[in-house]
């Protein structure tokens, strides 16, 4: 009898501790090994802070995203002369620091192509199209550089560049910058920073 009970209580005991290794497995479930969460994406856009040359008043922002066949750029500009044209350009060299922003260099030309209108065969790949701005001086933009690149590393990436307005339009045509006149505002192209998120 005693026999018995003693099996029957190492029996009961058993069956009580195999029940709770699912239980406590499930309570305290093993981490996950670090470094598992998905990588952080690559950035896909740019921005550039356009500020005024000596003596102008042009500033604003634009934003720069690729897209296939080049990179689109939109934003604003405001402290233009009303209703008027403008030239605008990316240049070689992200360097907006000489007063008249010649530090910038020349339109971005890493094909060695001849200036044009942006929408014909032959141009630089930082010719764009005018800008325009309306009768309080300001230019809502939205336009494409064809043949550029955005964070790809290639010869034509304009990360690092300079987005410039000149003081009149380009002719599309006089060699080698469309005789847009001098420069009037710059900003370098960076990369656009994430926006923060609230816990």
Known sequence: MKRC????????LGACGGQNEPQSSAENPTPEPSGTS????APDGAVAQIAPTQGNTASGSVSLTA?????RLTGVVQGLK??????????EKGDCSAPDATSAGGHFNPTNAEHGNPQGETHHTGDMLNIKS????????????AGATLHSGQPT????????VHEGPDDYTSQPSGNSGSRIACGVITVQSAPETTG
Do not use: W
């Not at 998905?38 to 994406?41: G, I």
């Not at 897209?67 to 990179?71: I, K």
């Open 157 to 164: 990436d304009v990360l690092g560049k300079a987005v410039v």
């Open 5 to 12: 009970l003693l099996l029957c209580i190492a029996l009961a």
């Open 134 to 145: 309306d009768d309080q001086g300001v230019a809502h933009i939205d336009t494409f550089a």
């Open 82 to 91: 009303p209703n008027s044209e403008f030239g605008f350009h990316i240049h």
């Open 38 to 41: 998905a990588p952080a994406q």
């Open 67 to 71: 897209e296939e066949g080049g990179v």
